[in-house]
């Protein structure tokens, strides 16, 4: 516990430097790519998944075996629950201990660290009443660990009690291990302790969940990578590669030896970084899997970097232009090259977090919404608004904050109706998108 304490500790004062967001897939444009290996890469040592007490549980009579591909293609247009469950450290004094144990902090205390207001069920109603018909649950869990890798069961009484509201409102769920890059490293040095934690969480949670029927949907990781490493937004290295397919496969592994509905759950599992940059998109291996047509790859893109994302004091856009190539290649050229190596080789790609802050341009927002989710469509890919719950623009370090708010919180009213109107225009009317 010592290592892990000093890496949970460094990593730690890194991720506190940043937003209290969660951090985004597409990189700079300055970013370069990694250099290429001069040796190859060796493999790990096998990995025994650690004991964890469990009889395998049987399909249940409602659980409908559809595959990977018919999920996502019911899926219209999806919302994030973002910067609730996923929050972590560093906010309304949460005490820091080895193992990611925050004392003497309440389930309350957690989710409030970077909203203003509880998640409720009339939240999740109003994202149902709006036209969204599927949901995104980030989740930080290491939050909630002892130091034997035990979730609390308040915290998980928490995330099962908001699921249980999004599957009653409708909803398709998307539930995923969020800011875990925190301890859990791509780094051969890491990896034997890396794989200990995934494996232990995917337990509790498979297990907790194994009875729910195909409407959920479990994905690995968010956005795994090395935290400040050269290539950490540039598709990361192939040493990284080939350790989060290990990863990977072993959170497919572990959700599929709980049995029961778990035993043909769609699962989803990221590039790195969740990226679309090409390296990342080549590098990755969709893991073996027991039963087939089962697995979709998750990705995430803001695009164009300086109109979606961008903060800081210089190189932001607030304009966007649909008839403008140079607007929409950023857009086009990533979603291409993951439909041609991944939707027409059968596997569905899911994109789970996109979204263009607020600027105070709210038309140009709409028109960038429509044209990405009509053209995500055209390509079979769903997409997934990131909503943080930060609606008003603010000054951040002389520039933009990450003002991705499209709901009140508070209010449970969407502050921005161009562009509710343009998603889902985008995703309920429109059957065959202009892809120019």
């Known amino acids: 516990?010592?290592?892990?304490?000093?890496?949970?500790?460094?990593?730690?004062?890194?991720?506190?430097?940043?937003?209290?967001?969660?951090?985004?897939?597409?990189?700079?444009?300055?970013?370069?790519?990694?250099?290429?290996?001069?040796?190859?890469?060796?493999?790990?040592?096998?990995?025994?998944?650690?004991?964890?007490?469990?009889?395998?549980?049987?399909?249940?009579?409602?659980?409908?075996?559809?595959?990977?591909?018919?999920?996502?293609?019911?899926?219209?247009?999806?919302?994030?629950?973002?910067?609730?469950?996923?929050?972590?450290?560093?906010?309304?004094?949460?005490?820091?201990?080895?193992?990611?144990?925050?004392?003497?902090?309440?389930?309350?205390?957690?989710?409030?660290?970077?909203?203003?207001?509880?998640?409720?069920?009339?939240?999740?109603?109003?994202?149902?009443?709006?036209?969204?018909?599927?949901?995104?649950?980030?989740?930080?869990?290491?939050?909630?660990?002892?130091?034997?890798?035990?979730?609390?069961?308040?915290?998980?009484?928490?995330?099962?009690?908001?699921?249980?509201?999004?599957?009653?409102?409708?909803?398709?769920?998307?539930?995923?291990?969020?800011?875990?890059?925190?301890?859990?490293?791509?780094?051969?040095?890491?990896?034997?302790?890396?794989?200990?934690?995934?494996?232990?969480?995917?337990?509790?949670?498979?297990y907790r969940f194994r009875d729910y029927d195909e409407r959920l949907l479990f994905t690995s990781l968010n956005e795994p990578r090395t935290y400040g490493s050269a290539a950490e937004w540039s598709g990361g290295t192939p040493l990284e590669h080939k350790n989060l397919n290990i990863l990977n496969q072993l959170f497919v592994d572990v959700v599929r030896a709980s049995g029961g509905n778990n035993a043909y759950r769609i699962l989803s599992v990221p590039t790195y970084a969740a990226s679309m940059e090409g390296s990342a998109q080549r590098g990755f291996e969709l893991p073996t899997d027991s039963v087939p047509d089962r697995l979709a790859v998750a990705m995430h893109i803001y695009a164009p970097w300086a109109f979606a994302l961008r903060t800081g004091p210089t190189g932001t856009r607030d304009t966007w232009y649909a008839n403008r190539i140079a607007d929409t290649n950023p857009i086009t050229g990533p979603l291409r090259t993951a439909h041609t190596l991944f939707v027409e080789q059968g596997i569905p790609v899911i994109i789970g977090e996109m979204g263009a802050l607020n600027r105070d341009n709210e038309a140009y927002r709409a028109e960038w919404a429509y044209y990405f989710v009509s053209f995500a469509r055209s390509l079979g890919m769903p997409a997934f608004w990131w909503d943080n719950g930060q609606i008003l623009p603010s000054a951040e370090r002389g520039g933009w904050s990450e003002t991705f708010g499209l709901l009140s919180r508070r209010t449970k009213e969407f502050s921005h109706p161009l562009v509710l109107d343009a998603l889902m225009r985008a995703a309920w009317e429109t059957d065959e998108p202009n892809e120019e």
């Open 1 to 206: 516990m010592k290592k892990l304490f000093l890496f949970f500790i460094a990593t730690l004062l890194f991720t506190l430097t940043a937003c209290a967001s969660a951090s985004y897939a597409s990189p700079p444009a300055e970013a370069a790519p990694p250099d290429e290996p001069t040796a190859p890469i060796e493999p790990m040592p096998p990995f025994v998944i650690p004991y964890f007490s469990m009889t395998p549980g049987e399909v249940t009579d409602d659980f409908n075996k559809i595959t990977a591909a018919e999920w996502a293609a019911n899926v219209r247009i999806g919302w994030n629950l973002g910067n609730t469950l996923d929050s972590h450290g560093g906010a309304r004094g949460f005490h820091w201990l080895g193992g990611g144990v925050y004392a003497n902090t309440s389930v309350s205390e957690m989710e409030l660290a970077w909203v203003n207001s509880l998640t409720t069920r009339e939240t999740i109603d109003a994202v149902a009443e709006a036209g969204f018909n599927a949901i995104r649950i980030p989740v930080t869990w290491f939050k909630a660990l002892d130091d034997d890798y035990n979730i609390r069961e308040d915290w998980m009484e928490r995330v099962q009690e908001i699921v249980d509201w999004s599957l009653d409102a409708g909803l398709k769920v998307m539930l995923n291990t969020h800011h875990e890059n925190i301890v859990i490293s791509l780094l051969d040095e890491n990896m034997m302790e890396s794989q200990h934690i995934l494996a232990r969480i995917w337990q509790q949670i498979a």
